[in-house]
């Protein structure tokens, strides 16, 4: 390739030499027409560029050679616009005088312009042989008018993809951004949550009447919501980011089920006349993550929560069997429907439910991705009667 020509026509060239297709639009060309040497060609204001060629008669032209513009006819095609045709130069009125022929020496010749989709002139797909070919045909022509045309479409297709690659790039690139973005903002809101839930433990220790101390509990609870939104967050971006979901394993019941008792208690005062009940036997030691493990628990009775009723309890059991660590939510209310239940482990979905109406959709998908990372699965089982999340991980 000529390193003196611009990067588009580079491009342009390679689009074409690379393309299996047109080679073979040559070689049929070459076979049907009876001419040693086809070619697509590059054709500018001043430049004739060869793309690709057929060679059977040692003209010499391959990839990127070029001629100088102003000893062919291309030159004429780029000006006009329309083909030409020349069975035998010698008795074409018009061309057995003309310098291109001559300089050349050949006598058939044959070429046709490419277009772009925009109209634009590309080059041409041409011709040539030493011998007089019969080359006044509508067979011929119709031949060279389809082969230009599957050369534009092939054009048009390539840039296609470059522009839908070149979005493809920058959706990646504002993704990635973003993704960041609620990293960080995830990590620096940690922070005043921390103060607030801080400030809410002093509270506590003061004289408060009843009322006020309902009220700071229920401020202390909303901050452990407001941290399980934002461990969803972060999760998710680093995710996203490639970090995955990191785990911190442990062999330790005890702390395990302190960790998913006090998440019960944390979310108590938040839902106010819901009735939770609990059940764990821990039977077998569970290596695990406990807060991540209380992450998805958290989650799952948020979520039990949220579309359960009030006039049913939200039942819990948390239990070794079989080799295997079980943890079930179940919940009374409206039956999940099967292409809902399709869904619902992916992230941003949401069921739009008038109780979920505020729900960001990570919560379901940052517990299968807890359930993943230690090896286990989350599925859900909805019915009439019940709705139960279960996460099972091998111990």
């Not at 060309?29 to 004739?48: E, N, P, Q, Y």
């Not at 291109?100 to 058939?108: E, H, V």
């Not at 008018?145 to 048009?156: K, N």
Request: net charge negative; with cysteine.
């Amino acid at each position: 390739m000529n390193k003196e020509l611009s990067l588009e026509l580079q491009r342009d060239i390679e689009n074409i030499a690379n393309n299996s297709s047109i080679r073979s639009i040559l070689n049929v060309i070459c076979k049907t027409t009876g001419m040693g040497f086809s070619a697509v060609a590059r054709v500018t204001d001043d430049k004739w560029i060869t793309c690709l060629s057929q060679d059977e008669i040692n003209f010499g032209l391959s990839s990127g050679d070029e001629l100088t513009l102003e000893t062919t006819i291309c030159n004429e095609i780029r000006q006009h616009q329309n083909p030409v045709v020349i069975e035998e130069v010698a008795e074409s009125s018009r061309y057995c005088n003309h310098h291109t022929p001559a300089q050349y020496g050949f006598q058939s010749y044959i070429s046709f312009p490419i277009f772009r989709k925009d109209g634009s002139f590309f080059g041409t797909l041409c011709a040539i042989d030493p011998s007089p070919a019969k080359l006044e045909t509508e067979q011929i022509k119709e031949l060279f008018t389809l082969y230009t045309e599957l050369i534009t479409f092939h054009l048009d297709k390539i840039d296609e993809m470059e522009e839908l690659s070149s979005i493809l790039l920058e959706e990646i690139r504002v993704a990635e951004h973003r993704e960041t973005f609620i990293a960080i903002l995830g990590h620096d809101l940690r922070n005043p949550i921390g103060i607030t839930r801080r400030c809410a433990d002093t509270l506590l220790t003061t004289e408060l009447s009843a009322f006020a101390k309902r009220q700071v509990s229920s401020i202390k609870s909303a901050t452990y919501q407001m941290q399980l939104l934002i461990d969803n967050l972060l999760g998710f971006a680093k995710g996203h980011l490639g970090d995955g979901i990191q785990l911190k394993l442990r062999g330790n019941n005890r702390e395990l089920k302190r960790t998913l008792i006090q998440v019960v208690r944390e979310l108590e005062p938040i839902y106010e006349g819901y009735e939770i009940k609990l059940s764990i036997t821990l039977d077998k030691v569970v290596v695990c993550d406990p807060d991540r493990i209380s992450q998805l628990f958290s989650n799952l009775i948020g979520n039990a929560i949220q579309h359960g009723t009030q006039r049913q309890p939200i039942e819990i059991e948390i239990k070794t069997a079989l080799n295997k660590f079980l943890l079930k939510v179940s919940n009374r209310g409206e039956k999940i429907p099967l292409q809902t239940q399709a869904n619902l482990f992916k992230p941003y979905f949401t069921t739009n439910a008038e109780t979920n109406k505020s729900g960001l959709g990570l919560g379901l998908y940052i517990c299968s991705e807890i359930a993943k990372a230690h090896g286990g699965d989350i599925v859900v089982q909805s019915t009439d009667q019940q709705t139960s999340f279960e996460f099972t991980m091998p111990i």
